[in-house]
């Protein structure tokens, strides 16, 4: 059983970034971060794979950034140019399968990320 750790959520204002980090208690082959906003279903943020491939959703791309530090099983998200439709509780995710297992793997408990007008 792999457990993950989430830190580095809160408020920021528009435009501004924010660093999202993950420890994994395991070994895991992709890690990503989904985020859920009120009223919203779970989508997929941004995903690595163990040998450095990335995913991002189109609405982040060129703003979020996804890095691994494999010698600590730790994911980071970084976000910079904040935008209130970011504003969501983001989740990381883990699975020893492919990024197309990633919904169906280990989940933490949340972090919310809140941007002001």
């Known amino acids: 059983q792999v457990q993950l750790v989430e830190s580095g959520g809160g408020l920021v204002q528009t435009g501004g970034s924010l660093r999202l980090s993950c420890a994994s208690s395991g070994r895991t082959n992709v890690m990503g971060w989904y985020h859920q906003a009120p009223g919203k279903l779970r989508e997929l943020v941004a995903a690595?794979?163990?040998?450095?491939?990335?995913n991002y959703a189109d609405s982040v791309k060129g703003r979020f950034t996804i890095l691994i530090d494999h010698s600590k099983n730790t994911v980071y998200l970084q976000m910079n140019s904040l935008k209130p439709e970011d504003a969501a509780v983001y989740y990381c995710?883990?699975?020893?399968?492919?990024?197309?297992?990633?919904?169906?793997?280990?989940w933490g408990q949340g972090t919310q990320v809140a941007v002001s007008t």
């Open positions: 995710v883990a699975t020893i399968g492919t990024v197309a297992a990633l919904a169906q793997g280990y």
């Open positions: 690595i794979t163990s040998g450095g491939g990335t």
